[in-house]
């Protein structure tokens, strides 16, 4: 039998290898976006916040983010730019109903089968932000958002005590909550005005290949962008990936696909650090890999 058995592991193992193609990792490049408000001219000096919400505490109540050329006023009916901040009450939700069937040995040394109950839920506090430019009448831009806080009860004997219980533990754990939502709300609203009226720090975040047995060359392209993410990067791997092709063709002389996708991949994140968005685009869709990029900030937002 092993003699017959190792052939066959043999082959497969050589046929996993050819067909395992490049290998990926992430590279992240930060850049300056401008601000994504473009209508901001020099009739705009002044901007406000107004609050409605209960127990906002001190991180909104003296909100003054710096944002020049913008000028904090505590006059929100006459601000150029009106920041209306609402933060709902915080509340707590319970989920699904958990049962758990346990089999015990009971003090007649019989098994005797019991049941408890467990309720999830979370504390949710919910906000919305509306940026409105009172000069030309328009709206910014809106946010509508929670923060949540999960919990749990204790298991219980029956469906309605651990009602209770979920109900006790929120009770406990809601004053904490509500504080670490508020703490959250100012951080996204803080990112949220960086992004709309000044000049900020965004970051992208690549996977392209590092390594394939068949082309060393994508390894050299990496360590370039991994360690130059910039724009005279992007240019020396740029070059590497054009030398390389996307026509490859395997030992058999069919298309080698996942190699002409890993030069695909690398293609798209050289363009767009180079600015040539319709040559990122064409060789991000050439590329064919679901999650490879995303956008991230140097914040707990996602803005």
């Not at 069937?101 to 007649?108: A, Q």
């Not at 806080?149 to 004997?157: F, L």
């Amino acid at each position: 039998m092993k003699s017959f058995l190792l052939p066959f592991i043999a082959s497969a193992l050589v046929f996993l290898t050819a067909c395992s193609g490049p290998s990926y990792k992430p590279f992240n490049y930060q850049y300056q976006a401008p601000a994504e408000y473009q209508d901001l001219g020099p009739e705009h000096r002044t901007i406000a916040i107004k609050l409605s919400g209960e127990e906002l505490g001190r991180p909104l109540t003296e909100f003054k983010h710096p944002l020049a050329p913008l000028q904090w006023t505590d006059q929100y009916q006459q601000a150029d730019i009106l920041v209306s901040l609402s933060v709902e009450d915080t509340k707590v939700y319970k989920d699904v109903l958990n049962e758990n069937v346990d089999e015990i040995i009971n003090s007649n040394g019989k098994k005797e089968r019991t049941t408890t109950y467990v309720y999830p839920g979370v504390i949710q506090t919910a906000f919305n932000v509306s940026i409105t430019d009172t000069k030309l009448n328009k709206s910014v831009t809106q946010l509508d958002t929670k923060y949540e806080t999960p919990v749990s009860g204790s298991p219980q004997r029956s469906e309605s005590a651990a009602e209770s219980s979920l109900a006790l533990t929120a009770r406990v754990k809601k004053p904490d909550s509500r504080k670490d939502a508020l703490a959250s709300i100012h951080s996204q609203l803080t990112r949220l005005l960086e992004v709309m009226f000044t000049e900020h720090t965004k970051e992208m975040r690549f996977e392209i290949p590092h390594a394939d047995e068949d082309e060393p060359r994508l390894a050299n392209a990496f360590a370039i962008l991994n360690t130059k993410p910039n724009k005279e990067g992007a240019r020396e791997a740029l070059a590497i990936y054009q030398a390389i092709g996307t026509q490859n063709k395997d030992k058999d002389g069919n298309d080698n696909k996942a190699l002409n996708q890993g030069v695909h991949a690398g293609l798209a994140a050289c363009y767009y650090i180079l600015g040539d968005l319709s040559a990122y685009e064409k060789h991000f869709a050439l590329a064919e890999r679901d999650s490879w990029i995303k956008t991230s900030v140097t914040t707990s937002s996602d803005f």
